[in-house]
Every structure is written in structure tokens, then in C-alpha cells.
DNA sequence: AAAACGGGGAT
DNA sequence: ATCCCAGTTTT
């Protein structure tokens, strides 16, 4: 068998199954290009069943482009709460109101034109086209690096970009006539159910007959991949103030940067590096804090949890306390003036307003489970 | 080419 | 505890 016929009979063979195997999605029931869309980005990054009850709520409240491009940003980052990488959903508003107004609300079909788009980039761009219009374009993302390293004995480092643009060679030879969509969600697909990247189920594999990497008893080594850098650690105290009235001291993060745009309760970094809980440390760090950011006095403060938060490149060791207000020692006469980021919230105020999960995690902690509606369980 | 950018699920 | 995921943008 040589490679030519390596390569027909994975197409024909994947194609087949694909058709036989495919999961019943959500985004699978139509080819509205703005559903394929949406459910793309909400994709990146993230797996299928985080991504498919924020799919139905997202395109109940934004139907249409218009109407996703006529919402406030506000009630978009809430919508997307809990889904995280937070720039995918401001992209996105971003470049649906570009298609509204520069292709009158029709998701253009062209490379070019899709792959300008905010957001969309070289995996996104060929998913739209091969999905919504059946363009023969590959659509190459981790899955299918993995895939094609294992059937093809690949070994590459899948992190570096010359081996995607390799890659994405391959899968658009690999495309059989007018078969895109059903041929590239079905290299996903088999990626997603059979070819996963731990203990991969060869013996229900529909190309296993001409799979190099298995003939050579590798699978379990491909792809090839640098490891990534662990996330630095970093310390910070978290202040839970409330008021008389119950209602809890909020702000939001500034325009740019990690977690855009998003509210929080108010943190900052601990000086030193301490693992017990140290009211006297925490009062004066967040007290400083406050009263440059805020222009506010912090009074006595007292231990309530501990919560982490990883991202990717940093990991938030939270030591969260509870406390109250005080005049503040600059203007000790003065009415305790807020500056416009800052907010005292009710519970029903966190229908509107979007943080992320570790503060949700924390208000959840302190209300006692009522009150406030976090997306997970 | 490397870093920034969230969150959860699988093992 | 570790790895990984239907990536894109910025530096």
C-alpha cells in the first residue's frame, strides 16, 4: 500500500463513519452559519458538554447577528460567564457587528473575509467555511494534529506552528470531493470519541487497518508535544465587605488585560509568602489596597476561606476575609464616595453583572448556597 | 517563537 | 497531581 492509497482509504473510511457515528449536537441541526459560528468559538478550548447548555442560552438570547450585534457588552460577557478565555466572547461581538454592517449580516463565505474576522482565526476560519458552506478548506485543531500524527507517524512537536501549517496540508489533500464539513468533523469527531489522547480505543477505530502509528506500536507516544511551563504561583488576600444593608463591595477589572471587563471582589497580592491565616498581614495589604483604589478605610477583618484559581500561566492561592468599612484615615470626615468601577451589590444584582467562577465560588461559600446562580452544579 | 488568556474533566 | 482540550491575539 503506498501512501496515496493510505490517504484514499482514510477519507473514504472516516467519511463513512462519520456518517454512521456523528453525535446529535446542537449546532448539528442546522447549517446556520451563525450557529456553526458561535459554537465554534465556544469551542475553542473548551469540551462538548461544558459548551452545549451555554450554547442554547447564548443563541436563545442572541438569535440572530443583528441581534447579537445590538446587545450590550454587558449581558454578552454574562452570557458567557463560567466559559472562560473572556476575549472570545468580546471578539466575537466585535465581528458580528462587522458583519452586520460591512456584509449586511450574512457570515461572508470567502477565506479572506472569515479569516479577518475578530476571533477567527486559521482553526475557526476553516470550520466555518467546511461546516456552514462545505468549502474545502482544512480545519486543524488539536484533535486532528493528534489524529493525523498517529495515522500518518508524524513526529513533529504539534506546539511549533511550521507543524500545523504541515498539518493543514495534509488535511486539505485529505478532503474528499465535496465532503468538507461531514470529512472535517469527522477527523474531529474521531479525535473527540476513539483517537483520545490517553488508552485511544484502536480496536473500534475505522482506519486502524493503515494506521502507521499503531503498526509501530507508538500511539500512545504521538503527538509529540512540549510541555508546557506551570502557572506561577501567586499569593493574594481577597476582601468580602459588606455594608449595613448586607450588600457586598464589588468592582470591575479594567478594559484590558486578564479577565477584561469582568467584577470581582476586591484583591491584591500578598507581600510576602505566608501559607496561615494572618488577619493583622491581610488587614494591612488590603487596607493599603483599598485606600489607593478605592480612597476607602478598611476596619478589622477576620479569616472566612481559602479559594484557588488556575489559569494557564498563573495560579491564584486566595486567602478571602470578611470585614466592613471605616472613615478613611485621608478624609476621615468626608461621605465614603466610591470611584465609578466600585459597586455595592444585592444578590439579585448578579443577574447582570459577570465574574468569574472563583469569586462566584466565594459568594456562594458566604451567601450559603442561595441567592446567587453560578453556571456549574 | 513565546507569552497571554479560563475553566473543567479525565486519569 | 497531571495532562489536555473543537485556538487566537499580542508581544
Redesign the pocket.
Known sequence: MNNSEQKQYFSTELLAWYRRNK?D?P??RSRNPYYIWI???M????????VIPYFHRFVDKFPTVDALADAPEEEVLKAW????????AR?LQSAVREVKERYGGVVPDTKDEVFS?????????G?ILSIAYNKPEPAV??????VLSRYFLIEEDI????TRVTMEKLAQELIPEGAAGDFN?GL??L??LVC????PGCLTCPVLAHCAGRAAGVEDTL?V??????PRPEQRYVALITDAAGRVLVRQRPQ?????R?WELPHTEAPGLLTLPDAAAAQEALAGHLAEDAGVGLGQVAWLMQAE??????RWELEVYTGGLVPSPLRPDEPQLLPSQYRWISPDDMEQLAF???FLRILNAYYGQQAII????
Open positions: 453525535r449536537l449546532w448539528r459554537s465554534e468559538i469551542l475553542q478550548q473548551t469540551r462538548v458538554d461544558t460567564e463560567g466559559l472562560g478565555y473572556y476575549s472570545r471578539n474576522l475578530k476571533g477567527v482565526g486559521p482553526y475557526t476560519a470550520a485543531d488539536g484533535n486532528v494534529m493528534r506546539m511549533k506552528g511550521s468533523q474531529m469527531e479525535g473527540a483520545t489522547p490517553k488508552s503527538p508535544k512540549k510541555k508546557a511551563k506551570p484590558e488585560g486578564l479577565l477584561a469582568l484559581h488556575v489559569f494557564s500561566h498563573i468569574p467562577n472563583v453560578a453556571h456549574k452544579k
